[in-house]
Structure formats: C-alpha cells, structure tokens
C-alpha cells in the first residue's frame, strides 16, 4: 500500500500547496473571533462565527462522496464522518479543530499578508511592525527558508489558531473523498467553536457520530517537533467575600465586614509555594487571576463584594488533592479570622482533564510513525495547558477518549504577530493521512 506522501506526489505538491494557501485565506478573511462571556454556562456566538461555519460546511459538502455525512449543528459546529472503505475492523479515529479565533488581541479587519520564498531574514509585516528568527515569536522560521510564511498585516492576529487546523482537517476531507487509493476505517472530523473561550466542550453532540470513537487527536498544535500526551488537569473555582459598610471606629460593635482585607487574606493564605511563579515541569499550581467587585442588575460595582477566581493546573492527581486542600485551608482560615464578613465558595469546576488518564497507549506509537513517514520527528511532551479533546475528556469521560494534540502549523497566536506556513500545513495534511492509513492496518481490539 502506498503511503498519502507517495499517493499526494502523483498529484502534485504544488497543486496541493495552492489549493491550501487558497483555503487559508478564505478563511482568516472571516472575522470569527469568539466572546468572552463571563457567565460559565452561556454560549455566545457572533455572526462571524456562524459565517466561517456555514462557509466551511458548503465547502466540504461540495467535496460529495459516497455516504459521507456532513451536518451542521444549531451550534454551528461542523461533523462530518466518511464511512471506512476497507472490509477489515479497524478503530475509528476522531479529528478535531476548532473556527473560532481568540478575544484576546485585535481580530477585526485581517488582512493577510503572503511572503513568497521566504529569504531567511527578517519580514516587515506592516505598520511598523517586524519577524524575525532573532525575535522569540519567529524562532521557528529559521527552518523555513524558500517557503511561503502567511502574517497579518501588524494590526490584527491572523486566525492562524485554529484555522490552520481547519485548513488540514478539510483538505484531508477532500483528499480522503477524491482519493480512492487512500484507505481508511471510520473517520470522522469535529469543527468547534468558542474553544479559545474555553468552550468548545460544551456543544458537542455525541449522538451525531452515535459512537465512542477509539482514538481522538485534536490537530491545533503550535509546537512542530512535539505532541502531547498528557497536559494539565484543570479545575476552576470563584470565592465569594459578603462585606457590611460600617465605620471603622466602631468596627467590632457595627459588625464591621471587610470584604477588601478579606479577600486579600484569603489569597494571602496560599503558599507561595504553589504559585505559578514556582511552577515547572509537570508540577502544578494554585493561581488567583482576578478579584474584583461583582455587578448589580444594573452593571455597578457592589463595593462591599469581592469575587475571587481560582485556576488549579496539576498533571498528578494527589497533587491537585494537596492543592484544594490549600484553598479549603485558607477559606476556613479566612472565615474565623472574619466573622462579620461572609464567605462563600463555588463547587470546584472541572475545565479539562488530563488526557494520559484515558488515552489508548498505542496513539503515541502510531503519531511518532505517522509524523517519520511525513519527513517530521516528532517527540511526546507533558502539555502545560489543554485543548478541546481535554475539555470533552472532562465533560463527557464515557464519550471521549484522550486525545493527544499535534502541531497544526499555527505560530506565535493570541498576538499580532501570528503566522503559519504553507508548506507545512500541507506536511500535516500528509501526516494526518498517514495516521488514517496506519489505523486501516490495525486491528480493532
């Protein structure tokens, strides 16, 4: 059997490489950058949202093939599941990647700017602004002379997180439709939204693939020499500091509630030893990123409140027990020290779960040959963060197995100076299809 490498140079490279660059461009030409909603339960979507999934929906619809199943959610996710072409029982695999770009840095009016033949130096994106292999954001470029390098123009990001994923994803879609040589079992594909809010869990329908897939990789990767296999369990949980105004001279006969000196006790309390700050390798954290006062109906301040919110990152779970212990110890110790001051706490919410927990142990091998058969050496790494398969590993454990995330050719986002490489989004197409070949010669155990 041929390898996708071997199959895609009978087509050509370079058909191939346009036909992305194009795909690519359309995309970040839609503006679908998610909200940030502080409400844990809602699930905002703009019309630039729904814009770039309809878009991609008609796109892949148009692709055609025998009994392929293209559906497009009322939450504007995209599924699609191409039946196996092969007679053998082999495992399904799930890809993933998501349409939504971050809040986090200007994403209205992109315009891309295409660097042909990159010359190894320094880029002038635009409005003043530089990349370079000198600079931290374009260390990567150094391996990329000769290539197209797609940036934003200096004023926006570029959409790179995850419409690169996206272009992979589709265009293995295509190839997989048009392409009877490439032989595969079960493959189905997930296109979200509101990842980059965190969100991109909360939507998925499992009863639109009506299976457990046996293996899940989220392709939305900015590291291309590695993958993971394990990342961050992550728990969120907000503390809650009622205070009672009252003159401070007459404080312990008014019942005075500080909420102020409350809540900063309470943050005070954790060791500093589990700050981020003191955080490396796989060890976790313990990390308050915000507290401020809540809003009345009427969006003021309440100024006798405080909401502080708490992030917990551990990739072991005995540390993330010693960690909630830490917070159960300052709040106890923060009620007696504060009678007046009333001090509640929500149940601690679980964000994303390690994906090591439940993930095949033959996915590792199978990436690892995959990515050698694409030119690429690839290496597993414990992730200090978690993606969309994390997120659905913790919402639904009986769904969805974990999933390992692969490099997507996304570079330096959440920041104007985003960019991706043409060429490498095309070795990816040929690495996912090589991970599709590698399952049709498995059997399902």
């Not at 497009?72 to 699609?80: P, Q």
């Not at 295409?114 to 003043?128: A, E, L, S």
């Not at 992730?383 to 590993?393: F, H």
């Not at 299809?433 to 010669?441: F, M, Q, R, S, Y």
Request: net charge negative.
């Amino acid at each position: 059997m041929k390898t996708s490498s071997e199959i895609t140079s009978t087509h050509g490279i370079d058909t191939r490489n346009k036909k992305i660059e194009k795909r690519f461009l359309s995309y970040v030409s839609i503006e679908s950058q998610s909200i940030d909603d502080p409400d844990p339960e809602s699930f905002p979507m703009t019309d630039g949202q729904k814009q770039i999934a309809n878009h991609i929906y008609n796109e892949i619809k148009s692709f055609g093939g025998k009994n392929v199943k293209v559906t497009l959610s009322e939450d504007y996710y995209i599924y699609v599941d191409i039946p196996a072409n092969i007679k053998d029982n082999v495992p399904s695999v799930l890809f993933m990647a998501h349409m939504d770009v971050t809040p986090e840095a200007p994403g209205k009016g992109i315009k891309p700017q295409v660097h042909r033949n990159y010359d190894g130096g320094t880029i002038n994106i635009g409005n003043g602004v530089t990349l370079s292999p000198d600079m931290p954001q374009g260390t990567h470029l150094k391996f990329l002379k000769g290539k197209t390098i797609i940036t934003s123009d200096g004023s926006t990001l570029l959409g790179a997180d995850d419409k690169t994923g996206c272009t992979v994803l589709v265009t293995m879609i295509e190839e997989l439709v048009n392409n009877p040589k490439l032989k595969h079992g079960r493959v189905m594909v997930m296109l979200s939204q509101n990842e980059d809010v965190g969100k991109a869990a909360y939507r998925y329908d499992p009863q639109v693939f009506g299976t457990r897939p046996d293996i899940v990789i989220d392709v939305d990767g900015d590291a291309p020499r590695a993958y993971s296999v394990a990342n961050f369990t992550a728990i969120g949980q907000t503390f809650r500091f009622k205070g009672n105004m009252a003159h401070p001279s007459h404080g312990f006969e008014n019942k005075y509630g500080d909420a102020l000196t409350a809540s900063s006790y309470f943050i005070g309390s954790i060791p500093t030893s589990v700050h981020p700050s003191a955080s490396t390798g796989t060890k976790g954290y313990i990390h308050c990123y915000s507290c401020e006062h809540p809003k009345d109906s009427m969006g003021k301040d309440i100024r006798d409140e405080y909401i502080a919110k708490i992030r917990l990152r551990y990739f072991d779970k005995h540390e993330g027990d010693t960690l909630l212990q830490h917070l159960d110890s300052a709040f106890t110790k923060t009620c007696r020290a504060f009678p007046f001051v009333e001090v509640t706490r929500s149940e601690p919410a679980l964000q994303y779960e390690n994906i090591a927990y439940s993930m095949p142990e033959y996915v590792p091998s199978l990436i690892t040959k995959a990515a050698a058969k694409a030119s690429m050496t690839l290496t597993p790494r414990h992730e200090r963060g978690g993606t969309t398969s994390a997120m659905l590993s913790a919402r639904m454990p009986d769904m969805i197995p974990g999933g390992p995330c692969i490099y997507s050719g996304q570079q330096s986002e959440h920041s104007i100076y985003e960019w991706c490489c043409v060429e490498e989004m095309s070795q990816m197409v040929s690495m996912v299809e090589n991970i599709i070949t590698d399952i049709a010669k498995m059997k399902n155990k």
